[in-house]
């Protein structure tokens, strides 16, 4: 009886790490894909400047919903941002490529951390229903 119990124990600690991992999991999969969210709009962006002709009227946003109205100097070269901050002038054929290399590397991310929520999840799963068949177990011990 004392091991089933501190099986259950065990069993409890387990799903209650499982569960946070699971949550962390989730948090991360939230993010990468409001970063590829973030990514599917420059590449519009993008294309769609490509299209436009110099001295074309723009609404460029600023953050907080708020734009400022702009003129296109050149859709020939712009600036894409690398991370930590630093930011690069490129052509417009390198930007769209970089941006479509990140959100592909970013789907990848995506797809890996689909399969482990999965995995912790089945984890879960099983656990769950091994706590309650030992639950169950000892239930009628205790009552007796």
């Known amino acids: 009886m004392a ?17 946070g991992t699971a949550e962390a999991l989730q948090s991360r999969i939230n993010l990468v894909n ?32 708020s734009y400022v109205k702009a003129k296109l100097e050149s859709a020939e070269k712009v600036i894409v941002g690398l991370g930590a901050g630093v930011a690069t002038e490129r052509t417009m054929q390198e930007a769209k490529e970089n941006v479509e290399k990140r959100a592909a590397e970013l789907e990848k991310t995506r797809e890996t ?8 999840l089945e984890k879960i799963q099983d656990g769950r229903s091994k706590f309650q068949e030992l639950t169950a177990k000892l239930s009628p011990r205790e009552g007796a």
């Open 3 to 19: 091991s089933e119990e501190e099986t259950l124990r065990r069993l409890a600690v387990e799903l209650q790490i499982l569960e």
């Open 34 to 65: 409001a970063a590829l969210t973030e990514l599917r709009v420059a590449g519009a962006t993008l294309e769609g400047l490509e299209k436009e002709r110099e001295g074309a009227s723009l609404l460029v946003p600023i953050g907080g919903g």
């Open 113 to 120: 951390l689909r399969q482990q929520l999965t995995q912790v």
